[in-house]
């Protein structure tokens, strides 16, 4: 076990050297996890070792228990053979041969406990080597992590400097005055650069809102036939000795038919939604009876 005690300590020193020296942790973890590898290298040549030097001892042994029995064969040989003087030196090696088999089984049978412990050990920090390798990826990713929560930390505390965002308002006022004073300015130009006569006579000809609903309402009547088309009028030409009182005329029937119209979509508007849906229902169950 003096073996792993040693392995054990200079890992633990190269370790804490280089947590004190770390500055990149993920390469001082692949560094760690290559020092282990070579250390459970050293470790395997010192087991393998410690295997060849019992499977010695264990040939010795069953050679000298070899040799032990051959020579009790050939003391009962010689006992046979009625020669007891060869009988007397064959049991004389044999005892020989007893005697340092059973030191050898001792010593085998020690080196043999010994190096099933160095096999266990050897897989125990074969197995940790493995789970360090397995943590080493897990603390990688967290460092990772950590990292760019650290960078999102510091781009969030960059912006919340407010000079910034005061630039961008800035920026953005100043561009949206822009559009206005580029509106503007067009507006001028089409004010003094256009023809004026002919956009009041424009809207003149479009009217306040297009068709009245009396008008709507005479000319749908005329669609279903319930009444004739009315004939449409041909433009009364201005004699010259009536000019004044034609315009007059003019102007009065239509502020009347203005204000005709106007009271005609108060009228209209002023009839509640439910009570007119009511009253189309009413229509609708007439016709179908």
Same mark, same amino acid.
């Given at each position: 076990?003096?073996?792993?005690?040693?392995?054990?300590?200079?890992?633990?020193?190269?370790?804490?050297?280089?947590?004190?020296?770390?500055?990149?942790?993920?390469?001082?973890?692949?560094?760690?996890?290559?020092?282990?590898?070579?250390?459970?290298?050293?470790?395997? /040549?010192? +087991? !393998?070792? &410690?295997?060849?030097?019992?499977?010695?001892?264990?040939?010795? $042994? @069953?050679? %000298?228990?070899?040799?032990?029995?051959?020579?009790?064969?050939?003391?009962?040989?010689?006992?046979?053979?009625?020669?007891?003087?060869?009988?007397?030196?064959?049991?004389?090696?044999?005892?020989?041969?007893?005697?340092?088999?059973?030191?050898?089984?001792?010593?085998?049978?020690?080196?043999?406990?010994?190096?099933?412990?160095?096999?266990?050990?050897?897989?125990?920090?074969?197995?940790?080597?493995?789970?360090?390798?397995?943590?080493?990826?897990?603390?990688?990713?967290?460092?990772?992590?950590?990292?760019?929560?650290?960078?999102?930390?510091?781009?969030?505390?960059?912006?919340?400097?407010?000079?910034?965002?005061?630039?961008?308002?800035?920026?953005?006022?100043?561009?949206?005055?822009?559009?206005? /004073?580029? +509106? !503007?300015? &067009?507006?001028?130009?089409?004010?003094?650069?256009?023809?004026? $006569? @002919?956009? %009041?006579?424009?809207?003149?000809?479009?009217?306040?809102?297009?068709?009245?609903?009396?008008?709507?309402?005479?000319?749908?009547?005329?669609?279903?036939?319930?009444?004739?088309?009315?004939?449409?009028?041909?433009?009364?030409?201005?004699?010259?000795?009536?000019?004044?009182?034609?315009?007059?005329?003019?102007?009065?029937?239509?502020?009347?038919?203005?204000?005709?119209?106007?009271?005609?979509?108060?009228?209209?508007?002023?009839?509640?939604?439910?009570?007119?849906?009511?009253?189309?229902?009413?229509?609708?169950?007439?016709?179908?009876?």
């Amino acid at each position: 076990m003096g073996i792993f005690n040693k392995l054990s300590t200079v890992i633990k020193s190269n370790i804490n050297d280089l947590i004190s020296r770390a500055e990149n942790p993920e390469k001082m973890l692949n560094q760690i996890i290559l020092d282990m590898r070579d250390q459970l290298a050293k470790a395997k /040549r010192e +087991v !393998a070792a &410690a295997i060849a030097d019992e499977r010695k001892l264990k040939a010795q $042994l @069953e050679q %000298e228990v070899k040799q032990q029995r051959d020579w009790q064969h050939r003391a009962m040989l010689a006992v046979k053979e009625g020669r007891d003087d060869l009988a007397k030196q064959a049991l004389l090696r044999q005892q020989e041969h007893a005697e340092r088999a059973a030191a050898l089984q001792q010593t085998w049978e020690a080196q043999a406990a010994e190096t099933e412990k160095l096999k266990g050990s050897l897989r125990q920090l074969n197995d940790k080597i493995e789970e360090a390798k397995r943590k080493r990826n897990l603390l990688i990713a967290k460092q990772k992590r950590a990292q760019a929560q650290r960078r999102i930390h510091e781009t969030m505390s960059g912006l919340s400097d407010t000079s910034a965002f005061e630039a961008f308002n800035r920026m953005a006022d100043k561009i949206e005055e822009e559009e206005r /004073r580029s +509106v !503007a300015q &067009a507006e001028v130009n089409a004010e003094l650069g256009g023809d004026t $006569l @002919e956009s %009041e006579f424009l809207r003149l000809e479009a009217g306040p809102g297009g068709a009245g609903v009396e008008d709507q309402l005479l000319a749908l009547k005329a669609d279903m036939g319930l009444i004739a088309a009315p004939a449409s009028e041909a433009p009364k030409q201005l004699e010259a000795g009536d000019d004044e009182a034609q315009v007059d005329g003019v102007a009065e029937a239509e502020a009347h038919e203005v204000e005709a119209e106007e009271m005609s979509e108060a009228e209209t508007d002023a009839i509640p939604e439910a009570e007119l849906l009511s009253e189309f229902d009413k229509l609708e169950k007439s016709a179908e009876g």
